[in-house]
């Protein structure tokens, strides 16, 4: 039977659906909001400003995190900014254009309303982290420096050197560490969420393990909030860190939430290339280097394996540069990151392999001097060299595209709660904002914007809507989630294999990558739905899970986590073989323009793929949202 799917989207004007919505709803008093529960399941931006913000309004909030500390989720890692259209450079910004910067980044496969609303909320982020103390480059003056990123013609992007994220989390954490000692936020680190509990339709809970003893415990609540992060490592290799997993978003999905755009992931265009079969994850490099950094490979294949300095600058291929005059370097990644992919298999390619192309700083250290490259790239340059063993300051870098971010995630409506009432989605774990391509800078806007400023109106408004039974840990639901990922848990230890859980993860990532990566094929798409089942028959036969539940074991994590990404593999491929056109992240062959571009097949794919979870063995059901235009004109894109 398929969902319904209510969006939930107010009436009204653009500009002023999320001041109406706001007013329109229901509110909690603060007397009662003591009386409620929320479970969060995440720490990083999202999910500790969502964590803490709540726990300041008076809710009772229970936070949880397979980290050993909320300061080591991956919102650590984002390099570069943070977006937000405060026009300080009066070079023409406003929300209305980073709104449709957005849409149009995303190739027009976004919500108009929660687009329009995450730009509006743009705008406070920026106060709030200054609040905090987040130490946001400044002017000579004192006024807060922006620069450009990828898919805009204005600087609206505000950062701390190359460490943005890891300031603004260290603003989120320590709001969250505020209300830890107050005792408003319960801390479970070490805790993974391994099933989702719905009481009468409704999620009331969560059924989580202790990383350090293995013990599985039930936790109750009124609502349960998912900020978990993407999808990417997927393909075994990515720029996440290695913890990073689909589990708790798919567990939701096989009970009953849709997961939309599966298909949607991004390649970031500006990466470090791979150097070598022993590697378990890529480095990102900021595509804030791309500000000042020119990309070109070689004319001449016979060049490739010249030193750079050696080959004229008629000899050198500025593609971005020519390809794309109005936007250049600063085109968005998805057509970056192709167009890399485009000259090295040409032959272009440097580097080992013929994987890379070079991100030249020379034009650069020329005109403005390496002491000022130093103060707004220094800790990029020196993380590029320890890595590379090469100095970027006298050599250009070479970059390769990389698997990075996901767009996909579970469906939710205006107020980020998925089709199951109760559960809310915040950041990268839900599909939202961005589209088929976010633009660069966006992820951090997009997680705070969540966590500080719609979910504590939205989960009030819920908590004030529903009458909400009380309900605790004792009740059958809860026996039953937990009997299903014990008995998980014993037949992943029970298979007592030959192979390890990373071979297993190594294979289906190349797999992806071949087939469900940069570029689509149907026929490649095909032939993964042939070989993914295949791959999961054999992991449940023959993989091995070394030691015992009841300790610290992360060759079971590991498990757990490969066999989700199994499953969810293949609903990615049926979503990208049934997406017949090409937008943004996904690109597939037979849909491209005579110049190798993407076609939109609007007619057809202009709305969300919502997929509903069928059962063991069948096929997902395909649910669509209609995605209407009413403020923007669909239209071919262009950075030309």
């Not at 023409?92 to 957005?102: E, I, M, N």
């Not at 056109?581 to 794919?605: I, L, P």
Request: a neutral charge; glycine letters at 10%; one cysteine or more.
């Amino acid at each position: 039977m398929a969902l319904k799917l209510d969006a939930k989207i107010p009436s009204g004007p653009l500009a002023e659906k999320w001041d109406k919505h706001r007013f329109e709803m229901k509110l909690v008093n603060p007397a009662n909001k003591r009386k409620f529960s929320v479970i969060v399941v995440g720490s990083g931006l999202a999910g500790a400003s969502a964590a803490a913000t709540l726990s300041e309004l008076g809710y009772n909030v229970s936070c949880f995190c397979y980290q050993d500390s909320p300061r080591r989720a991956h919102s650590i890692a984002a390099q570069g900014g943070i977006n937000a259209a405060k026009n300080y450079r009066n070079d023409g910004d406003s929300v209305q254009r980073l709104f449709y910067d957005t849409i149009k980044g995303g190739d027009f496969r976004a919500r108009e309303a929660n687009v329009y609303r995450l730009a509006q909320v743009s705008v406070d982020i920026i106060d709030q982290c200054v609040a905090q103390g987040v130490p946001f480059a400044r002017e000579y003056g004192g006024l807060l420096a922006n620069r450009s990123f990828g898919g805009a013609q204005v600087s609206r992007t505000f950062y701390a050197r190359g460490q943005t994220g890891q300031q603004l989390l260290l603003g989120a954490y320590q709001a969250l560490e505020k209300e830890i000692a107050k005792g408003g936020v319960t801390m479970y680190e070490r805790h993974e969420m391994l099933e989702l509990v719905l009481v009468d339709g409704k999620a009331r809970g969560i059924i989580v393990r202790d990383m350090t003893t293995g013990e599985i415990e039930s936790h109750a609540a009124d609502a349960v909030i998912l900020a978990t992060g993407g999808y990417g490592n997927v393909f075994y290799l990515s720029t996440n860190a290695k913890g990073c997993n689909v589990t708790a978003t798919y567990r939701a999905h096989k009970k009953g939430a849709a997961f939309a755009n599966p298909c949607f992931t991004q390649i970031h265009p500006t990466c470090i290339p791979v150097a070598g079969d022993h590697q378990s994850k890529l480095t990102l490099m900021s595509e804030s280097l791309r500000n000042d950094g020119r990309v070109w490979v070689p004319k001449k294949r016979e060049d490739v394996g010249k030193n750079p300095w050696d080959i004229p600058e008629e000899d050198r291929d500025y593609y971005l540069e020519r390809k794309y005059p109005s936007f250049g370097n600063l085109s968005p990644r998805d057509i970056a990151s192709r167009a890399a992919k485009e000259a090295c298999d040409d032959g272009r390619g440097v580097g080992p392999g013929g994987r890379g192309v070079y991100l030249d700083f020379a034009d650069a250290i020329k005109r403005l001097g390496a002491k000022a490259i130093e103060e707004r790239y220094g800790n990029l340059f020196e993380m590029y060299q320890r890595i590379t063993d090469e100095d970027p300051y006298k050599r250009p870098m070479r970059i390769y595209p990389a698997v990075h971010y996901t767009m996909g995630g579970l469906w939710v409506d205006y107020n980020l709660m998925s089709n199951v009432p109760g559960l809310h989605v915040l950041g990268e774990a839900n599909f939202s904002d961005h589209g088929a391509n976010r633009l660069g800078a966006s992820a951090l806007m997009q997680g705070l914007a969540d966590g500080y400023f719609v979910i504590p109106y939205t989960i009030g408004d819920y908590l004030a809507s529903n009458k909400l039974e009380k309900v605790t840990t004792e009740h059958a639901a809860f026996r039953e989630a937990k009997e299903q990922v014990e008995q998980r848990t014993k037949k992943l230890l029970n298979v007592k294999g030959t192979r390890t859980v990373d071979s297993f993860h190594r294979q289906l990532g190349q797999i992806m990558w071949d087939k469900c990566g940069m570029a689509r094929t149907a026929e490649g798409l095909k032939q993964a739905l042939v070989e993914i089942p295949k791959l999961r028959e054999e992991f449940w036969q023959n993989v091995r899970v070394l030691g015992a539940n009841e300790e610290i074991n992360q060759s079971l994590e590991k498990a757990g986590r490969v066999a989700d990404f199994l499953e969810f593999a293949e609903l990615m491929c049926i979503d990208a073989l049934h997406r017949e056109e090409s937008c943004g992240g996904h690109f597939r062959t037979e849909h491209q323009t005579e110049d190798g571009e993407a076609k939109r097949n609007d007619a057809e794919f202009a709305y969300v793929a919502a997929w509903e979870y069928a059962g063991e063995g069948k096929a997902p059901i395909l649910n669509k949202e209609p995605l209407e235009f009413e403020n923007v004109h669909l239209s071919t894109r262009s950075y030309k």
